[in-house]
C-alpha cells in the first residue's frame, strides 16, 4: 500500500538532537535545541514551578481542593478557563480589561500547536494568498504553513544583515511595502527573535503597525520566549500589545508556556485571535473548537494547572518572576563570557553581536564547515547555519568552546 511512499529527510531540529545523544565524548556541549540550561546543562526545572508541582500532587493525593483534580477527567476542548485566562493576562497585562471582550483564546497542544491552530483557522476562513516568514526564521514556521495550508504562497521578508549581524529591517519594510498585498499574512515573532537573536525597536514596531494597518496585513505574532528578551514578561509584550491597542487590525498571537515555565514536554500553550469586533468572538471560539475536536479532540490537563496555579497566585508569580530574572542573568553571564575569552585569544572576525543578541540564540557567523568541525572534532554541537543556543554554554565548558572556535576560523 505505501511502497510509492518516498522518505522525507528530518528537519534540521531533529538532526542535531540525533548527533548529539548519539556523541559519547564526556563533555560534548549541546548548543542545539533551544531550551534552557543551567550551569551544568541541565534542561532547568525553574523552582517557582517544581514548588508548585510538588505542592499541587500533595494536595492532590490529600484531596483536599476539590478545584484540584483527583481523577484524570477531560478538560473542555476549549482548554482549562483559568489557564486560558491566565495566558490572556499574561499576554496582555494591563491592556486585558480594554480588550477582553475581542479577544478569542483557546489552550493549545503547546506553541507548536498554537501556530498550527492558528494557519488552519486562517487557511479555512480568510483563505490568504500568501504568508511572509522571516528570512531566516525558526525552521517549524515554513513546515507548518506547507503542511497545514499548502494552497497558501510562502513568502520569505529579509531579517538578518549578515555583514552587521543585525536586523536587516529596511530589508524586512522594503519587501513588505513594495511586495506583500491586503489579507496576506506576516508571521512575527513577538521578542527573542529565532535564529538571529535580533528585535526590532520599539519605533521599528511602530513602524511595522503602521505598515500592517495600512496594507490590511494580518500579522501573526509567535510568541515562545516572553521573559527571555528583557527577564520581564511585560516589556517582551510590547509588540503584542502595541498592535493591540491600535483597535484596527485582527491579530492572531501563538503563546508557548515551554520556555517560561520551562514545562517544554508538557506542550502547555495558547492561540489568541484578537478581533477588531467584539460580535464575532463566539464564532471564532466555536471555530476553533472545532478544528481543535477534529484533531485531538481536547488538550493536556496537567501542565496548563501548573501554570494557572504559578500566575494566579501572587507568592508564586512572584518566585516565577525571580526565576525568569535568573534565566535572564546566566543567558547574559555566558555571552559575556565567550566573548571576554575569544578576545583574550585574538579570535579572528568580530564577536560583539554575541553580547549584542537577545534571547536564547545568536547567529554566530559560524561557517556550515566550521559547524561540521566543530561537531566532528570537538564535540560542540549547534545548527549549520552557525545558530548556538547559548543557554548550553557554561562555567565547565566555554573556555573550550572559544579555543575550539578559534581554531576552526584560524584554519
Ligand atoms: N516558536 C518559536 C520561535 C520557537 O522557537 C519554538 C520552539 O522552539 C516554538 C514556537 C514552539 O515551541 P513549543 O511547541 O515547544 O511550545
Partial sequence: LFSSLTPVPYDEAYNVKADFDADVHPNKVNLGIGVYRDN???AWALPSVELTRRQSEIILLQKAIPSLPNNHDYIPAGGLP??????QKLLFGSLYSDIRCRLASVQTISGSGACHLGTSFLAKTLKPRSVWISDPSWINHSLIWEVTAPDVQLKFYPYFDAGSKSIDFSGMNLALESRAEKGDV?????CAHNPTGCDPTHEQWKQLADLCEKKGLIPFFDIAYQGFASGVPDEDAWSVRHFAE??????????SFS???GLYGQRVGALHILASEASVVSAIVSNLVRLIRSEYSSPASWGCRIVAKVLEDPDLREKWLRDLKQMNHRIKFVRQALFEELQKLGTPRTWEHLIRHIG????TGLRPEEVKRLKHEYHIHMFSSGRASVAGLNTHNIIRVAKSIDIVVRD
Wanted: a positive charge; zero cysteines.
Fill in 186 to 190: 506576516v508571521l512575527l515573532q513577538a
Fill in 360 to 363: 536564547m540564540f545568536s547567529y
Fill in 259 to 261: 520556555k517560561n515555565f
Fill in 40 to 42: 551544568d546543562g541541565k
Fill in 246 to 255: 491600535r483597535k484596527s487590525m485582527d491579530i492572531v498571537i501563538a503563546q
Fill in 82 to 87: 483559568q489557564f486560558v485566562m491566565a495566558a
